[in-house]
């Protein structure tokens, strides 16, 4: 929590932890040594995503932040985000250079991405960190893992959906944005993260079947049209990856990637709600996307 929680002026902040109904006495320890921060307790354990939601419903700021359990904030982290929102009305939401936990000098993300085959990325990902982007820029999404949202955006756009249960949430989030108009700024805000070994090794397989699911909600006909067979021989290539490299529960995640495609038909309500929403040109959206991932 003294991590998570910095140097922030915390008089100026209100703190919210909620807990995915863990059994390890934490929820004691909070009460005990941060009476200050507001804890939920959920009875069941709802995700992420089901878990940010909780923490934004109990919120009444006009800025809401989502940060990892296993990330600790630079002392001018909040400071930086804020003044991004105060300075930039168009914004939506604000990504933070997120640096390792073990490895300070390299990165974990510099903002999402989203490429023409179907494909979220992170920018920057495991590169060292020598100033490359400590430029203030616009991207495509903010890391659920450290990521400010701005409310009146969420009470337009609604908050993560909880048919994903974790990976990709942030993505879907920043798609329903962009089309609704609302950008998303990298700021001079840094974060560091810890990743588990599982997260290295197979977090971006894990994240397959999701970019499906995305694709499929939020990508305009028109540039279904043009990218559809992108997509469609990407996911394919995935599949063959897996049979080829059978490895547990990445592998069957690629497999139920390559089957969610067929079942595109199943999210057609949700489509239509989330492009109803649509305000900016295709071609705007178009130039969001990076050429396909190699």
């Avoid at 934490?26 to 507001?38: D, F, G, H, T």
């Avoid at 920043?174 to 990298?186: E, I, K, N, S």
């Avoid at 993260?193 to 994240?207: S, Y």
């Amino acid at each position: 929590m003294s991590r998570c929680a910095g140097e922030a002026n915390l008089s100026t902040i209100e703190v919210i932890l909620v807990d995915n109904a863990s059994e390890d006495g934490s929820q004691a320890l909070i009460r005990e040594q941060y009476p200050w921060v507001k804890l939920i307790e959920l009875p069941e354990n709802r995700g992420f995503t089901g878990a940010c939601n909780a923490g934004i419903a109990a919120s009444e700021g006009e800025v809401v932040a989502l940060l990892n359990n296993d990330t600790e904030v630079d002392p001018n982290w909040a400071e930086a985000v804020m003044d991004a929102f105060a300075r930039h009305s168009e914004v939506g939401s604000v990504a933070s250079k997120m640096l390792l936990f073990d490895k300070r000098d390299h990165l974990h993300t510099a903002g999402d991405t989203f490429s023409r085959d179907g494909r979220a990325g992170n920018r920057g990902v495991w590169q060292r960190d020598v100033g490359q982007y400590d430029t203030e820029e616009y991207v495509f999404s903010a890391c659920g893992g450290s990521s400010a949202y701005r409310r009146a955006m969420l009470d337009q756009i609604g908050v993560l959906d909880d048919t994903f249960f974790f990976l990709m949430e942030d993505v879907d989030l920043g798609w329903r944005a962009q089309l609704a108009g609302w950008r998303c700024l990298y700021a001079r805000a840094v974060v560091y993260h810890h990743l588990g070994d599982w997260r290295r090794r197979d977090g971006e397989l894990l994240r397959r079947p999701q970019h499906t699911h995305s694709s499929r909600q939020n990508l305009p006909a028109a540039l279904w049209r043009r990218y559809g067979g992108l997509i469609l021989r990407a996911q394919v290539k995935e599949g063959w990856n897996a049979l080829r490299a059978w490895r547990g529960k990445a592998a069957r995640a690629r497999l139920r990637m390559l089957a969610g495609v067929w079942r595109a038909l199943t999210i057609w309500p949700q489509r239509r709600r989330v492009q109803a929403t649509r305000t900016v040109s295709i071609e705007y959206l178009d130039s969001l996307l990076l050429p396909p991932q190699s």
